[in-house]
């Protein structure tokens, strides 16, 4: 399923199987997630410098032709010479290379993936099960990781990232309230089914005040909002590659020590930490899948809220 240009659907092709160059895996996708970073590169706020481009980073695949089980996910290349990656950020590689943007993702029958950024894969969790880890809970997992010590912490927006790191931060012993968009009784339901403490709309306040809060969804209006949910030294993570404007606020919201921050790609460090992490946690993702001849379909899904959890497209 091919993106060609900004705006058009994604394109039903037959292309011969690709082949690995040195250092590269050839690898047969079993299950690949949709990511709302897909709908940003479609509708052109994450740009695609060289369409036509096969998308999809949250791939879970096996080698051919030795069959060993592999997750490929958005950071597909880095350059390890950068001052970024000399100082053990290669999430902000200058010269990085994101699969399903600048490399071809997972929206396919096969792929090929540098060797050094797949990662093995346990058998705790069917394909479809694990393919949402891949970003949504690997990326999720940074921001949450930028919440320290955070106690009370706000997830805004519950969708497939919410969903998986609810569970993870209930592990931790932490207590999650839940925003969604105002009227959106079913993720407040899904929220408090996977223990929520609170579940509401983004316009209320929540019932106390929060350690630190995490935005999901792509609004920059959620910016303020969640400033005044936060008290004294509270963080604020923008969990998504694009956010719509950021209103201007009174300083007021901000002081005390409060900040606002950005969470950006992942390292390698990242995913091994999560996916080791995420069975000992009991993550169970819910997902709905599609085949992958319907991945318009599940993007449109995505788009207008037409699922809790996230979706897959299987091959
Ligand atoms: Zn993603
Ligand atoms: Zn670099």
């Given at each position: 399923m091919v993106f060609e240009r900004v705006g058009a659907p994604l394109r039903e092709l037959e292309l011969p199987v690709?082949?690995?160059a040195p250092g590269q895996l050839l690898l047969r996708v079993h299950a690949c997630g949709i990511c709302r970073t897909d709908l940003h590169l479609i509708d052109g706020e994450v740009e695609i410098a060289a369409p036509p481009r096969i998308l999809g980073h949250q791939v879970v695949a096996s080698t051919v032709p030795d069959g060993r089980r592999v997750g490929v996910a958005w950071l597909g290349w880095t350059c390890g010479e950068c001052s970024q990656c000399r100082a053990g950020r290669e999430n902000l590689c200058e010269r990085a290379r994101f699969t399903g943007r600048d490399i071809d993702g997972g929206f396919a029958e096969y792929m090929v993936a540098d060797e050094r950024f797949c990662f093995p894969l346990g058998e705790d969790h069917s394909d479809e099960q694990t393919a949402p880890l891949l970003c949504a809970g690997v990326i999720g997992y940074r921001a949450l990781a930028m919440c320290g010590d955070a106690q009370r912490i706000g997830f805004y927006g519950f969708g497939a990232a919410a969903h998986i790191?609810?569970?993870v931060a209930r592990w931790q012993g932490r207590d999650v309230y839940a925003f969604t968009r105002t009227g959106d009784e079913a993720a407040q339901a899904f929220a408090r089914e996977?223990?929520?403490?609170?579940?509401?709309?983004?316009?209320e306040p929540p019932p106390e005040p929060l350690d630190a809060a995490i935005i999901f969804a792509p609004l920059g209006a959620l910016v303020p909002a969640a400033l005044r949910a936060v008290c004294p030294a509270g963080t604020v993570v923008c969990g998504g590659i694009h956010m719509s404007?950021?209103?201007?606020?009174?300083?007021?919201?901000?002081?005390?020590?409060?900040?606002?921050?950005?969470?950006?790609?992942?390292?390698?460090g990242d995913a091994r930490e999560f996916l080791g992490l995420a069975p000992r946690a009991h993550v169970h993702t819910r997902v709905h899948s599609y085949p992958l001849a319907a991945a318009n379909e599940a993007l449109r899904d995505l788009r207008d809220g037409n699922f809790t959890g996230a979706?897959?497209?299987?091959p």
């Open positions: 690709p082949e690995a790191l609810i569970q996977l223990g929520a403490v609170w579940a509401g709309s983004s316009e404007d950021i209103p201007a606020f009174p300083y007021d919201i901000l002081w005390g020590e409060r900040s606002v921050r950005s969470v950006a790609n992942l390292t390698r979706a897959v497209l299987i």
